[in-house]
C-alpha cells in the first residue's frame, strides 16, 4: 500500500440480492472511477482475518455494505471517523462470519488503524437469495460512489497541503518531493486469490 494510499473495500454476499450491495458498490466504483490514483480495490466477500493486513497497511479507507439503517431501501448513509466507530460499536448490525468491528478492532490493537476511515451504508429491501440486487438498492449504488468519491478528494487535498507545507522546509523537500514522484503511478495493487473473488 502506497503513502496515502486508500483501500476500497467492498463487503458481501452477491448471492443474497441487497446483501451483497457493498460488492456491487465497489464494482461500480471500480468502472467509473478508475483513474484515481492510489487507490486498492478489494472485494472482501463476507469477511475474513486476512483483510486486518490490508487495512493496517492503508491510509484512508473506506467500506461499502448492506447496513441496517432502519430507513427505506435504497438510502445511504456515510459515518465518517469516530462516527463510525460509534455506528459499528452500538451493535453488530452484520451477519457476516467476521463483523467489521471484530476487524477494526484488530487494527486498534496494533494500534494501525487507519487515520481516515468511513463506512457507507446503503439500507437493504431484500436478503433472499438472488444475483441482483433490488431496484431501490441498484438505483441508490451511484449515490453511494459519490459520497466515496468526495471523501477521497478530501483526504487526498489535505494530503497534498500537508505536503506542500514540508517542501517550503529546504530540508525536507528533496524527501517530500520524491516520496510524491514514487507513488503517483501507483493505481492498482494485486489481491491475493485467497481474498479476491470474481463476480
Known amino acids: 500500500m502506497v503513502k496515502n494510499g486508500t483501500l476500497i473495500l467492498g463487503i458481501g454476499n452477491t448471492l443474497l440480492s441487497d446483501e451483497g450491495a457493498g460488492v456491487h458498490a465497489l464494482n461500480l466504483f471500480k468502472s467509473e472511477h478508475y483513474n484515481i490514483q492510489n487507490l486498492t ?3 472482501g466477500g463476507t469477511l475474513s482475518f486476512t483483510l486486518a493486513t490490508w487495512i493496517e497497511d492503508c491510509t484512508n479507507l473506506i467500506v461499502f ?3 441496517e439503517l432502519h430507513q427505506p431501501a435504497g438510502s445511504v448513509n ?8 460509534h455506528f459499528l460499536g452500538n451493535s453488530k448490525r452484520s451477519a457476516h462470519e467476521v463483523g467489521l468491528l471484530d ?3 484488530i487494527t486498534r490493537l496494533t494500534d494501525q488503524l487507519p487515520e481516515n476511515r468511513a463506512l457507507i451504508g446503503i439500507q437493504p429491501e431484500k436478503m433472499g437469495w438472488g444475483m441482483r440486487p433490488t431496484a431501490a438498492v441498484q438505483n441508490a449504488l451511484g449515490q453511494a460512489v459519490e459520497e466515496a468519491v468526495m471523501l477521497i478528494t478530501q ?7 500537508s505536503i ?3 517542501q517550503k522546509s529546504p530540508a525536507s523537500k528533496q524527501y517530500a518531493s520524491k516520496q510524491y514522484s514514487d507513488n503517483s503511478d501507483a493505481l492498482f495493487v494485486n489481491v491475493p486469490a485467497e481474498i479476491k473473488r470474481e463476480v
Open 164 to 166: 506542500s507545507k514540508d
Open 155 to 161: 483526504w487526498q487535498d489535505v494530503y497534498a497541503q
Open 65 to 67: 455494505d448492506a447496513t
Open 78 to 85: 456515510t459515518f465518517v471517523g469516530a462516527e463510525m466507530d
Open 103 to 105: 476487524l477494526m478492532d
Open 41 to 43: 480495490f478489494i472485494d
